[in-house]
Every structure is written in structure tokens, then in C-alpha cells.
T-cell receptor, first 115, second 112 residues
Framework: DVKVTQSSRYLVKRTGEKVFLECVQD?????MFWYRQDPGLGLRLIYF???????EKGDIPEGYSVSREKKERFSLILESASTNQTSMYLC??????????????FGPGTRLTVT | AQSVTQLDSQVPVFEEAPVELRCNYS??????LFWYVQYPNQGLQLLLK??????LVKGINGFEAEFNKSQTSFHLRKPSVHISDTAEYFC??????????FGTGTKLQVIP
């Protein structure tokens, strides 16, 4: 079974803090993704990575950065958290090939609250 | 550019009744289409996908969807729902090399 794990289920941070969200997958997948999920807006892609040290901006990259130093780990960084980044963050991975062709496997999500 | 529209944000239905969740898409290229389900406090999991071939696609838990190219639709159906089907359902589209674009989701509420 493919497993995607996220470091925290719930996180509370203060405005201006630097926040790290970690994601690990155990299926040797090339592609990894970070989404945020907000009511009424669905899932929006923040960043994705198709290989170690490679990254591409998604639809809403502003205020975020990512790091992929190892194939199994993809980190999302909020350099200076703001209240409008309060959201559910979902990590996903998929095997190689066309980015949209393959099924994505999702982690359970991290609900981040910025106060 | 590609986009997905799920017109119904919530769909209440009685247990054992049939249900249809609607999804329309737009894309300038041939598409791959997906339905994902999200149970409360969980991530998304794949229900079914259309890549090519037969336009009627069967998925897990008794769900099926029909790809209609002329109407640019990919509606999800189940002939008889159970309480355990209560969840949020997301339609998604990809033009192959493009990233996957998700719809805004439809919450299915099954009423006992």
C-alpha cells in the first residue's frame, strides 16, 4: 500500500513565524505535490516537484517555498506565516510519466491555524 | 487552460436512493478525468479515472462515471447509496502534460 505521511495533523502558529510542513512517501514516486484546501475553493496547487531538487510553481505559490533534498521527502515552507495562510494543507505523490496521467496518492492533511 | 466545474456544492439523498454528482470540464486538448473521494478527516483517494477507451468507467464502492465528450461532462453515479458514502467528492481534469486541476467539491450527505 502506498503511504504518504505528513508530519502533523494539526498545527497552530503565530503570525510571522517560519513554518515547516513535512511530507514523506514510501513508494519511490518521482512526483510530489503540495495543495491547500479551502471551503468552496477545492484544492489549489501550491508547488510540485518531479525530481530531487526540481520544483515548479503551481497556481498559488506566493508566500510559500519548497524543498526536495531526497526523493521521498517534500517540504513546504511558509517563510513568514500570515493569517490568510490558515488552511488545510495536503501533500500528494505520483509515479513518473505525464504529471496528470498518474493517480495521485494523498496524505491525511495538516490543518494549520495562524493566529 | 483547463478548468472543472462542479455545480452542486451539497447533495442530500436518502439511503438506498440513486445519486448523480455532476462535473463539467473545459480543456483545449484531450483529457484525462478523475473522481476522488475525501472522507471526514482524511486525505483524498481515487474513486475512478478515465484515460481512454470505453466511456463508461467503473470504480470502487459501486460508483461509475460516464465520459461525454460532446457535453464535456464526467458525471458520477451510484444506483443505491449507503450511509458510508457520506463524504466530499472531487472531480479533476488533466490535459496530460499539465498538472491536475480539481473542482471545488460536492458534499454528499446520505440521510438515513
Amino acid at each position: 500500500d502506498v503511504k504518504v505521511t505528513q508530519s502533523s495533523r494539526y498545527l497552530v502558529k503565530r503570525t510571522g513565524e517560519k513554518v515547516f510542513l513535512e511530507c514523506v512517501q514510501d513508494m519511490d514516486h518521482e512526483n510530489m505535490f503540495w495543495y491547500r484546501q479551502d471551503p468552496g475553493l477545492g484544492l489549489r496547487l501550491i508547488y510540485f516537484s518531479y525530481d530531487v531538487k526540481m520544483k515548479e510553481k503551481g497556481d498559488i505559490p506566493e508566500g510559500y517555498s519548497v524543498s526536495r533534498e531526497k526523493k521521498e521527502r517534500f517540504s513546504l515552507i511558509l517563510e513568514s506565516a500570515s493569517t490568510n495562510q490558515t488552511s488545510m494543507y495536503l501533500c500528494a505523490s505520483s509515479s513518473s510519466g505525464l504529471a496528470g496521467f498518474r493517480e495521485q496518492y494523498f496524505g491525511p492533511g495538516t490543518r494549520l491555524t495562524v493566529t | 487552460a483547463q478548468s472543472v466545474t462542479q455545480l452542486d456544492s451539497q447533495v442530500p439523498v436518502f439511503e438506498e436512493a440513486p445519486v448523480e454528482l455532476r462535473c463539467n470540464y473545459s480543456s483545449s486538448v484531450s483529457v484525462y478525468l478523475f473522481w476522488y473521494v475525501q472522507y471526514p478527516n482524511q486525505g483524498l483517494q481515487l474513486l475512478l479515472k478515465y484515460l481512454s477507451g470505453s466511456t463508461l468507467v467503473k470504480g470502487i464502492n459501486g460508483f461509475e462515471a460516464e465520459f461525454n465528450k460532446s457535453q464535456t461532462s464526467f458525471h458520477l453515479r451510484k444506483p443505491s447509496v449507503h450511509i458510508s458514502d457520506t463524504a466530499e467528492y472531487f472531480c479533476a481534469v488533466s490535459g496530460g502534460y499539465q498538472k491536475v486541476t480539481f473542482g471545488t467539491g460536492t458534499k454528499l450527505q446520505v440521510i438515513p
